[in-house]
């Protein structure tokens, strides 16, 4: 292992905790059927575990970069693994959907909300030029728990049932999780490296802090990329949970849905490995604008999908654009506001997926449930990625907008 530059552990170590915690809390759509069917309930009641999850990551992760950037990542992202352990463990012994609600939303939530803004944020901080080939191996790590835990799932589930198959994540994540986040180090300079592993960028020592995140998050562009993400993950998330009765509505059965899902995990993959590195060369605002335009066109796709090749095409572009967003987004911000605040400053960006997270899937199950079906809920999701898209094309350039506001004067 001699030779290899430090900062790739580090990207090794958020792909485990990436692929544990969103792995996780991406699965719950194979959970959907036996979760209704066991507790009698209904779709909107269903799908709010699974947003009350994901809303949670976005939330403690505005506050858990902030402490990653005063802790460092490792202790933080460990305390986060332990909580989705036990929430797991919790959750299949619950005798009520309120109770799976308040373990696996509150335990899988809250533990990838801690686990995640500290990992990503640790790799913006090893990686000047190379930021986004190494935010998007690293994130990866979503993609391919998108894949393999849903088909996992769904295997365990069949076999076993839901609650053993929790039990069996939760021992997945304390292992694959735990040895992720001992991975993590906060920043070159704590080891004597430099970023990139190359002597001609900034010295070891203690980097400049840049802007105060309160300056930071108070600025243009910040809002300007917050407003972006909120329109367009109000619809990001209902395939996570929708996809699978989607598929088995339409007569295609479960199993094409859970492929669907995998698929998506497929296509993640390729755009978190892909185009990341293709952003370094065509520009993160520009590449992250044509992705959020993507995520509009594979909803419409979605919309009008009645057959397993249609459901499929949608899954393969969605999953794309979905793994390049992921990519982006902490890379485009550390473009906008580097210093060592840029855990606090990611966290409180992702607070605005919290948002489109917490209520698309339940505003889509909504829908289902008062007859409208799927379709009024997918157009308005096009529609809001497209304006996203606009928004992210209109952000001015981050090195000149920098130089103009002399980093907020904070460097």
Not at 105 to 112: I, K, P, R, Y
Not at 126 to 147: D, E, K, Q, Y
Not at 359 to 369: K, Q, R, T
Request: net charge positive; aromatic share 10%; with cysteine.
């Amino acid at each position: 292992m001699i030779g290899i530059f430090r900062g790739w552990y580090v990207v090794a170590g958020t792909f485990l905790v990436l692929f544990i915690a969103f792995g996780v809390n991406y699965s719950f759509g194979v959970f959907f059927e036996a979760l209704a069917t066991d507790f009698t309930a209904t779709r909107a009641s269903v799908s709010f575990v699974f947003s009350l999850a994901v809303f949670l990551i976005f939330a403690v992760g505005a506050g858990s970069g902030a402490l990653a950037d005063r802790l460092g990542p490792r202790p933080v992202a460990l305390t986060g693994v332990a909580c989705i352990t036990v929430g797991l463990l919790a959750a299949s012994r619950a005798q009520s959907l309120g109770t799976v609600g308040l373990c696996y939303g509150l335990g899988a939530g809250v533990g990838a909300g801690l686990a995640y803004v500290p990992a990503v944020g640790a790799v913006q901080r090893w990686f000047v030029r190379r930021r986004g080939l190494a935010s998007g191996f690293a994130v990866t790590g979503i993609g391919v728990g998108t894949l393999l835990l849903p088909l996992a799932t769904h295997a365990l589930v069949d076999g076993h049932g839901w609650r053993v198959t929790m039990v069996v994540l939760a021992a997945v994540t304390a292992t694959l999780g735990g040895a992720g986040a001992v991975l993590l180090v906060a920043e070159p300079a704590r080891l004597g490296l430099h970023p990139d592993g190359e002597s001609g960028l900034p010295a070891a020592g203690h980097p400049d802090r840049g802007p105060d995140w309160v300056a930071a998050i108070r600025s243009a562009p910040f809002l300007q990329l917050y407003a972006a993400q909120t329109l367009t993950t109000l619809g990001l998330f209902i395939p996570f949970v929708h996809v699978v009765p989607y598929a088995e509505d339409a007569g295609l059965g479960r199993d094409a849905g859970v492929a669907a899902l995998a698929l998506i995990g497929v296509g993640s993959t390729c755009g978190r490995f892909l185009l990341g590195g293709l952003a370094d060369r065509a520009g993160r605002r520009p590449t992250l604008a044509a992705l959020f335009a993507g995520i509009g066109v594979s909803m419409l796709l979605w919309s009008q999908a009645r057959d397993l090749l249609a459901l499929l095409v949608f899954a393969l572009l969605f999953g794309t654009c979905y793994g390049g967003y992921v990519a982006l987004i902490p890379a485009l911000t550390a473009d906008f506001f580097p210093g060592r605040n840029i855990g606090a400053i990611i966290g409180a960006q992702y607070t605005a997926a919290g948002a489109g997270s917490l209520a698309g899937p339940v505003l889509a199950g909504l829908a289902y449930d008062l007859g409208a079906g799927y379709a009024l809920p997918l157009t308005a999701a096009a529609a809001l990625a497209v304006a996203g898209a606009v928004l992210v094309w209109r952000l001015p350039d981050p090195g000149a907008w920098r130089a103009r506001r002399a980093y907020l004067a904070g460097a």
